[in-house]
Every structure is written in structure tokens, then in C-alpha cells.
């Protein structure tokens, strides 16, 4: 009975296996088609001050459409990242994100910055700082309205390297924030040592905020410990009036999360720079 028992979870456990391999593969396949067929879209979520309710930026979130779905990118920016092809994908929303906001400046809405998220490999990549800058240059969009989403997992063990890479695109005019932040292995003396902008609040420490000690704790911590940094503050994911509660009273800058807006084609998103930026009424 034992042996038989060992034999099924065996039998389980490569019949997973085989599963995750025929997915990774079947991914990567649907990748080269996107990237071929031009089937990737770049969405935008609004950054909204907590005191103002104003918009005051506005996240790029790559979209890939799939025989009447999306693939969430959480699935397969890891494929993307393993099979290299994260450098023309990630290349291309850089570019297409500056773009869009260059278009909305013309347009004559008040400008706002646009923040791009960077892979690991792309941050590590040795022609990063060419390619930003002459992404700046072909579209015309000043350095200051960009910045760059890069999770601790970025830059670990490889503190020296990262100094230079963050220095060289501050250097630039261009904003760094640290996304995701608590939930990676970073060192806190990183935070002292490297020219970071602003931190985002991961959304698992904002889910229970308003209910779980412990979440409170760490939230109140990372907005004073980078506020006296002087650092902007972005909670991600809020969701609920008692976390915007919170975050305001404990004096968080900005909010990301459905409680104002998902993500949104671009198109959909000017519609809400047409309402005069002021969220308010969405609550
Ligand atoms: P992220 O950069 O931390 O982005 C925030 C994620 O939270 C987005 O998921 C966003 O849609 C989602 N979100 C925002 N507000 C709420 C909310 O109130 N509730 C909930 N449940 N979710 C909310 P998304 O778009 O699925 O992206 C997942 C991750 O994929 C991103 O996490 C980022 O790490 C990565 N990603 C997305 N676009 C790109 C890209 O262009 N390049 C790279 N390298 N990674 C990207
Ligand atoms: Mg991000
Ligand atoms: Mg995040
Ligand atoms: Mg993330």
C-alpha cells in the first residue's frame, strides 16, 4: 500500500511537472506571436494624492490580450525574464509609455510623471542608461516626467553596481522608486546610500492595515522611516475606504488601488485627466 501510494504522488508530481513545462512552453510560444503580432497593450493606473485626490501620475501595466482573455503578467513576465525576450517587450513599453505621456503633455493636460516597471534583468542590462536616454530624446519627453519601478530583487548582492546604474540615471533627471518594497531582502543602509525617490508600499502589508497589527506596524514604519528620507510614499492595492483612512491619517502621499481606479487603456485613462484630475467623486 505504501509503495502504491508513493507510486501516485510520483505519477502526481511529474504529471505537474510535465503541466508547468507544456505552460512555460506554450508562453513562450504566445510571447514570440504577441511580440510579432503586436498584440501587447500598456494600461495606466492614476497615482492619486491622499490629500488632494488629485491625479498626480500614473502607473504603466503591460496587457497581454489572449483568445478573449489576458494572461496576467505576474505569469509571464518570469517567462519573459528567463527567455530574454523581456528586452524588446520591456524596450517597447518604455517607449510607448514616454510616448503616450509626451502625447497627453501636447494635449495640454498639466503634466504628470509616468512610472515604467523594470525587470531584474532589464535593470542589469549594460545598455539601460543608452536606451532611456534616447527614449527621452525620440519622444521628446523631459527626463523628470519619468520613473522607473525597480523591486529590491534587482539589486541584490550587487551594491556597488547599482550605485552607479541609480546615480547615472538620477544624473539623467529621471525618478527611481523602490516597488514592492518590504517584501524583498534589501538592506536598510541601501536606502541611505542610494538616490531613491520614493517607495511603494506593497499591497499584501495594506490588505489587513486598517485590522492587523502587525501589517499597521510595518506600514507606519516604512512612511516615517521614508518620509525622513525624504521620500515620496505610494501605498498599492487600496481597495477600501478604512485603508485610505489610515494611510491619511498616518501620513502616507499618494495611493494606487481600485478605490479610485484599475488600470485603464489609454484612452479610458484620458477621460479621467478630462474630469479635471479630481477623483473625489469616484468615492
Ligand atoms: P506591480 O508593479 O507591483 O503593479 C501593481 C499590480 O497591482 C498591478 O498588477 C495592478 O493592476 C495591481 N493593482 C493595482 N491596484 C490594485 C488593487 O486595488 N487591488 C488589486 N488586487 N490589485 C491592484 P498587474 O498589472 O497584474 O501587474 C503585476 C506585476 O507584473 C506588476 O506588479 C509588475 O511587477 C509586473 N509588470 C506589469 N507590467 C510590467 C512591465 O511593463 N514590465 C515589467 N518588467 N513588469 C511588469
Ligand atoms: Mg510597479
Ligand atoms: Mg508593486
Ligand atoms: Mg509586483
Excluded at 122 to 142: A, D, V
Aim: with cysteine; net charge neutral.
Amino acid at each position: 500500500d505504501a509503495k502504491r501510494r508513493s507510486t501516485n504522488s510520483f505519477q502526481y508530481y511529474t504529471s505537474k511537472m510535465r503541466q508547468k513545462v507544456l505552460r512555460y512552453m506554450e508562453l513562450e510560444n504566445i510571447l514570440y506571436q504577441a511580440i510579432e503580432k503586436e498584440w501587447f497593450q500598456v494600461y495606466y493606473q492614476p497615482r492619486v494624492d491622499i490629500n488632494s485626490r488629485k491625479i498626480v501620475g500614473m502607473e504603466a501595466l503591460l496587457r497581454l490580450p489572449y483568445q478573449g482573455t489576458y494572461i496576467s503578467p505576474a505569469e509571464f513576465i518570469p517567462v519573459a525574464e528567463e527567455t530574454g525576450l523581456i528586452f524588446p517587450i520591456g524596450k517597447w513599453v518604455l517607449e510607448t509609455a514616454c510616448k503616450q505621456n509626451k502625447k497627453w503633455q501636447l494635449a495640454g493636460y498639466p503634466p504628470l510623471r509616468v512610472s515604467v516597471n523594470l525587470s531584474p534583468n532589464q535593470f542589469n542590462q549594460k545598455n539601460l542608461l543608452s536606451q532611456i536616454e534616447k527614449t527621452l530624446i525620440e519622444t521628446g519627453l523631459t527626463p523628470c516626467w519619468l520613473e522607473l519601478e525597480i523591486t529590491e530583487g534587482a539589486f541584490m548582492n550587487k551594491a556597488e553596481a547599482t550605485l552607479k546604474t541609480f546615480s547615472a540615471i538620477k544624473k539623467l533627471g529621471v525618478h527611481i522608486s523602490i516597488d514592492d518594497f518590504g517584501t524583498g531582502y534589501s538592506s536598510l543602509g541601501f536606502l541611505k546610500r542610494f538616490e531613491i525617490d520614493c517607495l511603494k508600499i506593497d499591497k499584501t502589508f495594506v490588505n489587513e492595515i486598517a485590522h492587523y497589527d502587525k501589517d499597521s506596524s510595518i506600514a507606519k514604519a516604512i512612511i516615517r522611516m521614508g518620509k525622513s528620507l525624504n521620500m515620496a510614499i505610494v501605498a498599492e492595492g487600496v481597495e477600501k475606504q478604512e485603508q485610505l483612512d489610515f494611510l491619511r491619517q498616518h501620513n502616507c502621499d499618494q495611493v494606487q488601488g481600485y478605490i479610485y481606479s484599475p488600470p485603464l487603456p489609454s484612452t479610458d485613462f484620458e477621460l479621467l485627466l478630462q474630469r479635471d484630475f479630481d477623483l473625489s467623486c469616484c468615492l
